[in-house]
């Protein structure tokens, strides 16, 4: 998981960490504290029964667009007449028995709606939804509930009704307030409803809002993505999440790039000068691309990044679940085209695929998601997490160390600045042989 929320290949390399030079300055190497001296020389990944079931989140993919944006790689569909919203919801529930077994009684803590473009759909189809799922498992009391929301799709009198249906976070897909900028990419709003989404989504009692935005768009210069970051401000959303355009294969901009996008330098340059606003603002950096107001953080995307675990329900959708009874961790993932998926759910001909990620595999995912993070992790979770003993990874921990890409302090491992900018170079370490 890369972006966002939608839990899809969990193993790509972080997006947003691009480096403006491949020359890292070294420092001294040094041990860490569990490490007796000889740390580097371990033979094989050692394991203790420490693998317990961390907090279990709920992703729920719903995947229709009015229209399919030109850099989108998400499993989204143009949607074509009318949207079967009434049988895609059955077909979420009898998904959902199906995966029951794998988290019996275990409490969900968030549940996320992305897509695609959930807030396509009506708020009965939500309610019946998020009723049926209480119906089977339990949720957590105030547990956040997320849906995506595009501003084109924004219509008096729904937000409420998401409201009474249990939601109470919206996360807005407003990418520019440059009316410009947001008919290159292909939206279907402008920035007048972009705002006037925002404001009645207040209006109906919604105090947690994102705003998505993306930056070094075609055409795009360093002022105009800081002020797209004011029009956002003045909105006051708890939440900000700031993704640098990326060229994605199988895109209309990856097969025909538009010819004035801002060059690695230009983007580097407005990620730092957006950060600073962003910190000046009162968004404080938590992960790559998530800036948030105190005690605003995401919770779901928080549990992705901090190795948590998820079920994924609907087409597409990746779940990963830590077994306690024998210390496993697997991967399972539905069928991506809605057709096939609402013909199949429920049994197992709507399975993707199931995959169990071995103990060898551990670090390198666990550290794909946790050093996005800006707290890093403690080792006392990455055992708990993975199941595998800190000193498993102390010869990685000891290289990056030297490299200036990590520290460690109160029993924490942070990246560094240097280490934030290789995020990948840094993951790769963990890769296994
Ligand atoms: C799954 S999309 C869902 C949001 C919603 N469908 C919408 O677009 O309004 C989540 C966010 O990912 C970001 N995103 C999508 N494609 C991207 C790309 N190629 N590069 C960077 N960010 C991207 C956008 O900011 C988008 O709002
Ligand atoms: S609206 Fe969102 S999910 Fe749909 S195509 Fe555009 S970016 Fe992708």
Not at 105 to 116: A, I, K, L, P
Not at 368 to 390: H, I, P, Q
Request: proline share 7%; aromatic share 10%; with cysteine.
């Amino acid at each position: 998981m890369t972006r966002c929320s939608s839990p899809t290949a969990t193993t790509a390399a972080p997006r947003n960490s691009r480096p403006r030079s491949r020359t890292a300055s070294a420092t001294a190497a040094r041990h860490w504290p569990h490490c007796a001296g000889s740390c580097s020389t371990w033979p094989d990944p050692p394991r203790m029964p420490t693998l317990t079931p961390p907090p279990l989140s709920l992703y729920v993919h719903l995947p229709w667009c009015v229209r399919k944006c030109p850099y989108c790689d998400f499993n989204s569909h143009q949607g074509r007449g009318p949207l079967p919203f009434e049988a895609y919801v059955d077909a979420l529930l009898a998904d959902l028995d199906h995966d029951l077994p794998l988290v019996w009684g275990r409490t969900v803590q968030t549940v996320f709606f992305g897509g695609g473009t959930p807030s396509l759909f009506p708020a009965a189809a939500i309610d019946r939804f998020l009723q049926g799922a209480s119906a089977r498992l339990r949720i957590a009391p105030g547990a956040e509930i997320t849906l995506e929301t595009n501003p084109g799709t924004a219509e008096h009198g729904r937000f409420e009704l998401y409201r009474q249906a249990g939601v109470n976070r919206l996360s807005f897909g407003i990418q520019s307030f440059d009316d410009g900028c947001l008919a290159r990419l292909g939206r279907i709003h402008d920035s007048r409803e972009a705002e006037s989404a925002v404001k009645l989504a207040q209006d109906a009692g919604f105090d947690n809002l994102n705003i998505d935005l993306m930056y070094a768009l075609p055409g795009q210069d360093l002022a105009m993505a800081a002020h797209d970051l004011q029009r956002a401000f003045a909105l006051s959303p708890a939440h900000v999440s700031h993704y640098q355009l990326t060229l994605e294969p199988n895109t209309v901009f990856a097969a025909r790039p538009p010819d004035d996008l801002p060059d690695e330098d230009g983007g580097w340059d407005m990620q730092e000068h957006c950060q600073g606003l962003l910190a000046a603002a009162g968004y404080a950096q938590y992960e790559v691309s998530a800036y948030a107001r105190e005690g605003r953080q995401c919770a779901h995307n928080l549990n992705y990044w901090r190795y948590g675990d998820y079920l994924g329900i609907g087409a597409g959708a990746h779940g990963k679940i830590t077994l306690g009874h024998d210390e496993s961790i697997h991967r399972r993932w539905k069928h991506k085209h809605p057709a096939r998926y609402l013909a199949d759910a429920g049994t197992d001909a709507a399975i993707g695929g199931d995959d169990t990620v071995g103990p060898e595999r551990r670090p390198f995912e666990y550290m794909l998601n946790a050093l996005r993070l800006v707290e890093g992790f403690s080792l006392a979770s990455f055992s708990a997490r993975t199941g595998l003993e800190a000193r498993a990874i102390t010869p990685q921990l000891e290289l990056a160390t030297a490299r200036g890409w990590l520290e460690e302090a109160d029993g924490r491992v942070r990246p560094t600045e240097l280490g934030r900018r290789f995020t990948n170079d840094v993951v790769a370490l963990f890769l296994p042989d």
